[in-house]
């Protein structure tokens, strides 16, 4: 194991077993949660630096939930044995709680995150955390150890003691995890690319007859909804032929044949519910048009849609874990007649319920 991967686990092992201890109640079952959560994270062999701890405390709790989820519909099984921290007397209300009303409740309670980081963490909507919570909070408030909240409407909660350190036998556990990790991914990764190819063949051959240079269509029909991609902060995504982008916490950076290391700096996002789009439009690789930008805003878009000359277009979105509160947009079109092309183009943003949050004028 790098002595950088191995510096990072031993600075949050004392916090990712004390959530672990919340989580299952038992002290062998969160130390094997943590190692777990651990040699996933060192098994994708890389080490991300600004948004390690992201990685490492969402593989935490869904591996809990994942351990706690029925293995048929319909079964009865029996609730896991949960003992209470002797002291915080709170511990004795996650014992009764459901297992993913318990995540929330030790993520939002003893830990202090946000809903919106929660969401994050269990891949759910902002509303599902907050309703755990609220159902999680009533049950809480009904405990005699309660007291009254903080300034900041969060409860201060103590829970069970950090262990300073990591100890030495944990870590060649986790990187022999790690490797076996790895060599199931690689021949998972080789059955799926082979049935893949098998099975998509035929679409492949005629998209690339669709978007020929020969005809006179356009390009073939976009997704119905935006595909949204977390990354960490300079993780490079090939997002066309000859155009590269990443994201660091300044702003968005890309490259291209015509431009190599572009920027272009983020703000912290609009006031109120209003948000801001920019675009850039520049020639990719071949006779494809490359087109990116910045939305920012407190509200999260749903749907980045790009209208050119050509048609309507579903553009891509990346964000950085955390939620900083603006992401970048991408897509990709045909170039036919440049300055035609590059004289209508428009990008809109959506929420949720299909309102506009955002638009840009007209390109020139």
Request: hydrophobic share 35%; with cysteine; net charge positive.
């Amino acid at each position: 194991m790098d002595d950088e991967f191995t510096a990072r686990a031993g600075e949050y092992w004392p916090r990712l077993t004390r959530t672990a201890l919340l989580l299952t109640g038992d002290s062998a079952d969160a130390e094997r949660l943590a190692r777990a959560a651990l040699a996933e994270v060192y098994a994708r062999r890389r080490t991300p630096r600004d948004d390690a701890e992201f990685y490492v405390r969402r593989a935490l709790v869904r591996g809990f939930l994942r351990s706690r989820t029925r293995p048929f519909i319909g079964s009865r099984r029996a609730p896991e044995p949960y003992a209470s921290g002797q002291l915080d007397p709170l511990t004795e209300v996650l014992a009764a709680l459901a297992p993913r009303r318990r995540a929330v409740a030790v993520l939002h309670h003893w830990d202090g995150l946000s809903h919106r980081e929660i969401a994050a963490l269990l891949n759910s909507s902002r509303g599902a955390v907050k309703a755990h919570g609220r159902r999680a909070l009533k049950a809480l408030r009904a405990h005699p150890a309660y007291g009254e909240p903080s300034r900041t409407g969060r409860r201060s909660v103590p829970g069970p003691a950090p262990v300073p350190g990591i100890p030495a036998a944990v870590i060649p556990a986790v990187e022999e995890a790690g490797r076996t990790r790895r060599r199931s991914r690689r021949r998972t990764t080789a059955v799926l690319t082979a049935i893949c190819a098998l099975l998509l063949a035929p679409l492949v051959l005629g998209a690339v007859r669709g978007t020929g240079s020969g005809g006179d269509g356009g390009d073939t029909t976009p997704v119905a909804r935006t595909a949204v991609r977390v990354v960490t902060a300079g993780e490079r995504v090939s997002a066309a032929p000859g155009a590269e982008v990443w994201l660091t916490k300044e702003g968005k950076h890309w490259s291209t044949p015509k431009g190599p290391n572009q920027f272009r700096p983020a703000g912290k996002g609009s006031k109120g519910s209003g948000a801001a789009i920019t675009l850039e439009s520049e020639p990719a690789s071949g006779t494809r048009l490359f087109h990116s930008g910045v939305l920012q805003g407190s509200r999260e878009a749903s749907r980045v849609e790009l209208t050119t000359p050509d048609g309507t277009f579903t553009a891509r979105v990346l964000t950085l874990a955390g939620s900083p509160g603006w992401s970048v947009w991408y897509a990709e079109t045909r170039l036919q007649d440049r300055e035609g092309q590059l004289s209508g183009i428009t990008v809109k943003a959506y929420d949720s319920a299909g309102k506009l949050l955002a638009q840009t004028g007209t390109s020139s």
